[in-house]
């Protein structure tokens, strides 16, 4: 969506928001449509990512105070809870947009992977889905009718070898979202991950040959790569009541690419390579 008014889909709702680091971040664009759409949330992310002090100018834009949390600390998801209550009593959106590999920010190939590093991205990851939303029933910020929404990588289905360990974290990320979905829907709480396509974010362009896969996905996907504000805009409706009934789904966020195997693009490329023998 283009124009700023927004059609108040999220008039009254409350949300936290994970993963603003700068403003290509796709949680970063995310709070710009919350705010559009009428909703008031907390920012959060952790503590080194804050450091760089990025995060103040979305939180002056959208009015939004900013909790520090590593959500692979226990004690700081806690906390992060009950300063979120202070704030603003209760939830009804959570966005999961946290993502980090140490193997792969220190280059170490999948079949040498270091053990500690894996477990940590695992912990941060996808574990950390888990962790926040164990703490939000434990704190019972969580409203009924609630909507939860974690973003993802096709990675977990189809390898990409580029994507390391983050392609199995992303699997366990998954999975955490539908087996919590299935105990959180007897409140109504829907929990989803949406597979977005190559997104050039900081996250996104730290993955070696990702201007490969950028492009790649770009050439396959009928409607082309979305951008991280047409994320924004997906992750809205799934926070709205329009969409009370979708849960424990992964959802393709990519232009049509996962049912795509090659474009006519691509058969024109490869057959002018190989010299095309049709008339
Ligand atoms: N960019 C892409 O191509 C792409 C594609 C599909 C899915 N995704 C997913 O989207 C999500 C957001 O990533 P992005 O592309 O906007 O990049 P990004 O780098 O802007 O966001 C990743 C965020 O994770 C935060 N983070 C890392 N460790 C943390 C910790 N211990 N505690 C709390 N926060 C921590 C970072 O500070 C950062 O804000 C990630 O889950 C990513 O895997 C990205």
Redesign the pocket.
């Known amino acids: 969506m283009s124009e700023e008014k927004g059609y108040g889909l999220l008039k009254g709702k409350k949300g936290i928001i994970?993963?603003?680091?700068?403003d290509?971040?796709?949680?970063?664009r995310v709070a710009l449509a919350c705010k559009r759409e009428g909703a008031d949330f907390v920012l959060?992310?952790?503590p080194i990512?804050l450091r760089l002090g990025e995060l103040n100018a979305l939180s002056e834009e959208t009015d939004a105070p900013i909790f520090p949390?590593?959500?692979?600390k226990d004690e700081d998801v806690e906390k992060l809870m009950t300063q979120t209550k202070e704030a603003l009593g209760s939830v009804d959106f959570i966005l999961?947009?946290?993502?980090?590999s140490p193997n792969i920010r220190k280059k170490k190939e999948y079949n040498d992977l270091n053990y500690a590093w894996l477990n940590q991205t695992l912990d941060?990851?996808a574990i950390?889905l888990h962790r926040v939303l164990n703490h939000a029933e434990k704190a019972e910020i969580l409203n009924d009718g609630g909507s939860v929404v974690?973003?993802?990588?096709i990675g977990a289905q189809r390898i990409f070898s580029k994507y390391s360990d983050?392609n199995d974290a992303?699997a366990l990320l998954e999975s955490i979202a539908r087996n919590y979905g299935s105990r959180l829907a007897k409140r109504g709480i829907r929990v989803n991950t949406v597979?977005?396509?190559?997104?050039?974010?900081?996250?996104?362009t730290g993955i070696k040959g990702f201007d490969g896969m950028y492009t790649f996905a770009d050439m396959i996907a009928p409607l082309g790569n979305p951008s991280?504000d047409e994320c924004a805009d997906y992750c809205v409706t799934l926070f709205s009541d329009l969409t009370r009934k979708v849960t424990m789904q992964n959802l393709y966020h990519d232009g049509g690419f996962v049912t795509c195997g090659i474009s006519e693009a691509m058969i024109e490329g490869l057959n002018s390579l190989y010299g095309d023998k049709e008339e």
């Open positions: 994970f993963g603003a680091l700068d290509r971040s796709i949680a970063w959060s992310n952790a990512a949390c590593d959500v692979s999961h947009a946290i993502g980090m941060i990851s950390s974690a973003l993802t990588f983050m992303k597979s977005q396509a190559p997104t050039k974010t900081s996250a996104g991280a």
